[in-house]
């Protein structure tokens, strides 16, 4: 029997993640929606991604977080809310459970901006300690409200940590090819997904029962990896050894609050991630957790190794 896909509405489609979103939404077969304030309509790179959307029959939508009532016109045409806006704008999002709830009660699924760790597991420390209160203070207000919910933790992008082997300090595109460098002992296991897949996980979780008011953990197991084995396994593709620097955890530590914006997040999400292993150190509960790839075996993920190479 053929599911009835939910309508969605995205808001924060222009960013990172948002835009794999948006796409993975529409080419999945839902009639999606984006809310986009005029600004980014006009602006010529947000624009271009915009038009991209539309070529995919996405329906734009003028509005704003700070508006509340283009949110609520908008919410009115959706079945499933999906916020992935950045980190400047994570509080902001009452605005949107207020939106959800002065529309009715027709919201089957709200998905606030996660898209990372666990904030409720973290054992992150300083600037990334901080971003991960905020987003854990949408979920507290998210339950209290009684808005039905998914958070989606799908841990690394592949864009950001493996695509530069997590070297932070250098603007990379594409994994090292002399030197790199190593946080604590490199055997810390994390996370690493591709964005597409992230994306395909979110559009089959928002119509599943099973994923109703759970986290949802992205954890495919060929992609559980340690930084030493994603530096020796890229060494393999390339039959090059890199030049290794290990930091301790006491330099990072000394790293994060001496850097300025954003390299002092980009250490402290690496601290937890490669240290002191923020994505692996627990077990899924399953009275509040499912895992993606459990539910969902069909999806095809790409793994970590078929993922470096492309670079290659």
């Not at 402290?268 to 957790?289: M, W």
Request: charged share 25%; aromatic share 8%; proline share 4%.
């Amino acid at each position: 029997m053929a599911m009835n896909l939910s309508k969605v509405l995205v808001i924060g489609g222009t960013g990172y993640i948002g835009k794999y979103i948006v796409q993975g939404s529409a080419k999945s077969g839902h009639q999606t929606f984006a809310l986009m304030r005029e600004a980014s309509l006009s602006d010529p790179v947000k624009g271009k991604i915009v038009q991209s959307f539309k070529d995919l029959g996405v329906t734009i939508l003028n509005g704003d977080l700070s508006d509340k009532e283009s949110l609520v016109k908008a919410i009115q045409h959706v079945d499933v809310v999906i916020s992935t806006v950045g980190n400047s704008q994570i509080l902001n999002q009452i605005n949107i459970i207020s939106a959800i709830k002065e529309s009715g009660k027709h919201i089957k699924r709200f998905l606030p901006s996660e898209f990372g760790n666990d904030v409720d597991r973290t054992v992150a420390i300083g600037p990334a300690k901080t971003e991960f209160e905020l987003k854990a203070e949408i979920r507290r207000v998210v339950e209290a409200e009684g808005v039905p919910y998914t958070y989606v933790i799908n841990n690394c992008f592949d864009g950001y940590f493996l695509a530069t082997l997590a070297q932070c300090e250098s603007r990379l595109t594409s994994p090292p090819r002399d030197k790199v460098t190593i946080y604590g002992d490199g055997n810390t296991k994390a996370i690493l997904n591709k964005e597409e897949d992230i994306a395909a996980y979110t559009m089959r979780a928002i119509d599943d029962p099973r994923t109703l008011n759970k986290t949802f953990f992205i954890n495919p197991p060929k992609n559980i990896v340690s930084q030493n084995e994603t530096v020796a396994l890229w060494e393999s593709k390339i039959g090059k050894t890199l030049e290794k620097t290990y930091v301790s955890e006491e330099e990072l530590l000394k790293k994060i609050p001496e850097s300025p914006h954003p390299l002092d997040l980009l250490f402290a999400l690496n601290h937890a991630i490669f240290v002191k292993g923020d994505q692996t150190c627990f077990t899924i509960d399953p009275s509040s957790g499912v895992e993606a790839s459990q539910l969902f075996p069909d999806v095809k993920y790409t793994s970590v190794d078929e993922y470096l190479s492309q670079f290659v």
